[in-house]
């Protein structure tokens, strides 16, 4: 076929402008009579606010808008699951991601000074940064519904016949850590009001037609009077998906009547958007001498900081992959979201399917150490093929590669692997 793509090298048609610099990104626009905008982020990661001092702000020479939560319009909140996240933060802070001051200034050197003159009074409350302390009877509550967001479950077969059956049993508790996307381009935003009030907003985003629906919920405003311009995207891994500086940009516009752009430094990047969950995975395996699996039980506690993001979604990718690419006819899992008062956690490759590999491979090694067999053998024997059921009760009827991948590995790095699995 002529438009077969598959296994040729077809040009990427954006290709030249980004290897030479001339594509724009939204962090390199600039329009006539454009402000400059900045954000000032909580130093505490939970408090109470007991006062905002804007006066000496104001003073600065330049400065044309200092915002805090009480000019937000509309539903001072965001979130893709719950709309929790302030755009301003007015009572308590949860997390180093709360924004407490949105200033717009003619210059970058004015905003900047602007936000060194806010007078922030906070009263430090107790917080928790670990995802198992938090789970505990009397942790410090982060939103008053309880600290766990989620608890997703998936039994298959009979658990106490798994372990019956198994002739070694090994368990292991193993972590994985936050990680920051650390993209190229920082998160940056144009936002302005065009002539009738129709709201436009040029921004780097993964989410356009969800960012337009926060924004009318948090600005009052209707969605046919917002346009969000999906610009140029320099590397994104799900860090764009959340709400990062929309709201803030265009409160700004919308207050001095005038563009405003703001661009993240790389720490206040690190501030601004999500991370990947940091997840706790204890597991229990069970094996038959020759190596196959009896039973898995797994318990994961994923930490989604301060705010939901994508947290329930992630930890239910989880739970659905903790048993990896392997027939495993008894399980056990529980995978829980849990609030912490660390920066939010949300959507990054491989969203919740990533971390658990680390445990269920980890598994499989120790049940070959144990065992005395080779890794490749008791990945070879348990391997799903076509027509295997999948811990959840799916099917799998077509595209089940992973004997032929491992073949192919296997003989890559010098394995007679035939000799392996016999």
Not at 25 to 54: C, N, T
Not at 56 to 74: F, I, M, S, Y
Request: aromatic share 6%; proline share 5%.
């Amino acid at each position: 076929m002529k438009d077969q793509v598959v296994g040729s090298s077809p040009v990427k048609v954006d290709a030249r402008d980004k290897a030479t610099g001339a594509t724009k990104y939204p962090g390199d626009l600039r329009v006539p009579g454009m402000l400059f905008g900045k954000l000032l982020y909580s130093p505490s990661a939970h408090a109470k606010i007991i006062g905002i001092g804007l006066a000496d702000a104001w003073r600065v020479p330049g400065v044309r808008a200092v915002l805090t939560a009480r000019d937000v319009p509309g539903h001072n909140g965001h979130g893709v699951i719950i709309p929790h996240q302030p755009v301003l933060a007015h009572d308590l802070v949860r997390s180093v991601n709360d924004v407490l001051v949105a200033v717009a200034a003619d210059t970058l050197a004015a905003a900047e000074e602007a936000l060194r003159k806010v007078k922030i009074e906070l009263v430090e409350l107790p917080a928790v940064f670990d995802a198992t302390a938090a789970m505990a009877e009397g942790a410090p509550l982060i939103h008053p519904e309880g600290n766990i967001l989620s608890h997703h479950k998936i039994r298959r077969g009979d658990m106490a016949e798994g372990w019956a059956r198994a002739a070694v049993v090994v368990e292991n508790t193993y972590r994985t850590q936050m990680v920051d996307h650390a993209f190229l381009q920082t998160e940056a935003a144009l936002a302005e009001i065009e002539v009738g009030g129709t709201l436009v907003l040029h921004i780097a985003t993964q989410y356009p037609h969800w960012d337009r629906k926060e924004l009318s919920r948090a600005l009052g405003m209707p969605e046919d009077m917002i346009r969000v311009v999906g610009g140029s995207v320099g590397g994104a891994f799900g860090g764009r998906e959340d709400m990062t500086l929309q709201v803030q940009a265009a409160l700004l516009a919308m207050r001095t009547g005038r563009p405003v752009k703001i661009v993240c430094t790389r720490e206040e990047s690190f501030h601004a958007h999500s991370k990947r969950h940091a997840m706790i995975m204890h597991y229990r395996t069970g094996a038959t001498r020759e190596g196959r699996l009896t039973a898995v039980e797994a318990t994961i506690i994923g930490d989604t900081g301060a705010y939901a993001s994508w947290g329930t979604n992630v930890l239910r990718k989880a739970a659905v992959h903790a048993t990896g690419p392997y027939i495993v006819p008894n399980v056990k899992v529980d995978a829980y979201a849990v609030y912490t008062n660390n920066p939010f956690a949300g959507a990054m490759r491989g969203f919740g399917a990533a971390q658990p590999a680390v445990a269920y491979e980890g598994q499989m090694d120790e049940v070959a150490r144990v065992l005395g067999l080779h890794p490749f053998a008791v990945r070879w024997q348990n391997a799903m093929t076509e027509g295997c059921t999948t811990a959840t009760g799916q099917v799998l009827e077509s595209s089940v590669g992973l004997r032929a991948t491992m073949e192919k590995a296997g003989s890559l790095v010098g394995w007679d692997v035939s000799k392996i699995y016999g």
